[in-house]
């Protein structure tokens, strides 16, 4: 039942528009494989063969330390409301870092130069690949609302308290890996 496609088409685009959480998988050669919830109120889709999402802080940073080893990352989506389908989107991924002038241009372009309290990098997916699923077995789920949690925690923090928070928690993933978080040149 799987279909593939070498891009986005229109009807892939509003089922996207559509959802309210996808999924981010990457991994480095060795060490744990990454996969990551995410809102999709960061999401933005750049092109038929590329997306970004804004990056807000977490308990860790896997996913851009995976990207500095090993660009490969694969983004997918599934109804968890409406008509059920699975929606993965492989490629190579980025991290766009803050204060780099590719940060400022999609922050004005995508976000009015608006980044929420804790925004930490951007992620970009340049995909080859889409596919879609059934999703049968995905169970259905209402969706509510957005936690406040998130932008509760880093009101609370302030910026002074989120970079220390960086830097004490998201320098380096699980195995070790630097995620470059500081490294504004994104080697």
Same mark, same amino acid.
């Given at each position: ?5 070498? +891009? ?13 959480? =996808? ?15 995410? +809102? ?12 970004? #999402? ?18 490969? $990352?694969?983004?997918? =989506? %599934? ?5 059920? $389908?699975?929606?993965? !989107? ?6 766009? /870092? ?7 241009? !999609?922050?004005?372009? /995508? ?13 970009? $997916?340049? =995909?080859?690949?889409?596919?879609? +699923? %059934? ?5 259905? =789920? ?10 509760? &925690? ?10 220390? #928070? &960086? ?13 470059? $978080? ?6």
């Amino acid at each position: 039942m799987a279909k593939q496609f070498p +891009s986005l088409e229109p009807h892939h685009h509003r089922y996207i528009e559509a959802q309210h959480m =996808f999924f981010t998988a990457s991994a480095a050669p060795t060490g744990h494989v990454n996969v990551s919830p995410r +809102s999709t109120d960061m999401f933005r889709i750049l092109g038929d063969n590329a997306v970004m #999402y804004l990056d807000r802080t977490g308990s860790g940073n896997e996913t851009a330390a995976h990207l500095r080893i090993d660009p490969r $990352l694969t983004i997918m =989506f %599934c109804a968890l409301e409406g008509p059920p $389908l699975i929606m993965r !989107l492989y490629g190579k991924g980025r991290v766009i /870092h803050r204060g780099s002038t590719e940060y400022a241009q !999609l922050l004005a372009e /995508h976000f009015d130069n608006d980044p929420p309290l804790g925004a930490r990098q951007m992620v970009h $997916l340049d =995909f080859d690949l889409v596919q879609t +699923s %059934c999703g049968y077995g995905v169970p259905l =789920f209402d969706y509510r609302e957005e936690r406040p949690q998130m932008d509760q &925690w880093a009101q609370a923090k302030g910026e002074d308290g989120i970079e220390a #928070y &960086w830097r004490e928690k998201n320098q380096v993933s699980l195995d070790g890996f630097p995620t470059g $978080l500081f490294d504004s040149a994104g080697s």
